[in-house]
């Protein structure tokens, strides 16, 4: 081989060794261009995923707090019905009881009318009893203040005997079931 063939024999060989320097070198570059494309997209995803994890966790305790809201309600709700299962029954009693106590104020004129009184007054007391086993009571009002909570003003009077604001008279009979006021008295208020 001559001089000028061994030159460019080792022309080609640096020429080859430096282009497969450069492919090595792009390929490499070209991987980690992939690599980091690679990184940046799982890195998104991960986001994306935290993301969409944190909002079922938040919708996951808003359910359970709006389910413990539902159970104390329905257990609240129960606990009332319960207390106050029986005040339908003493709402539709009250019209008997005002009868009983309009019949207890005639006066009796003869034995049998006497007879008939204490009988009836015998149902009213029974009546009254069991509506306080219950937990019905009557509402106090001659003499008290004035509650319109508890009272229902029909009518004013201007008695010096009683102070301003006072119940002076009762109409009809008010009553309480509990703490819930089932029909508020009927009274006359001194101004």
Do not use: C, W
Not at 61 to 80: G, T
């Amino acid at each position: 081989m001559n001089e000028e063939s061994k030159v460019t024999a080792e022309n080609e060989e640096i020429k080859d060794e430096n282009t497969e320097e450069m492919n090595e070198t792009v390929n490499e570059e070209a991987s980690e261009d992939v690599q980091v494309e690679d990184n940046n997209d799982i890195a998104k995803k991960i986001s994306e995923l935290e993301a969409k994890a944190e909002e079922a966790e938040n919708r996951y305790l808003r359910l359970y707090a709006d389910f413990e809201n539902y159970k104390r309600r329905v257990q609240l709700d129960k606990e009332a019905s319960q207390k106050y299962r029986a005040q339908g029954l003493i709402s539709n009693l009250l019209p008997a009881i005002d009868n009983f106590e309009r019949a207890m104020q005639i006066e009796p004129n003869n034995e049998q009318t006497k007879a008939l009184l204490e009988g009836v007054q015998m149902v009213y007391r029974a009546i009254i009893d069991a509506l306080k086993q219950e937990g019905a009571e009557q509402i106090e009002a001659v003499g008290k203040e004035f509650d319109p909570h508890l009272h229902q003003a029909v009518m004013q009077a201007n008695d010096s005997e009683y102070e301003s604001n006072i119940v002076v008279e009762e109409f009809q009979k008010g009553y309480i079931l509990k703490d819930r006021v089932i029909r508020p008295s009927m009274v006359k208020v001194n101004q």
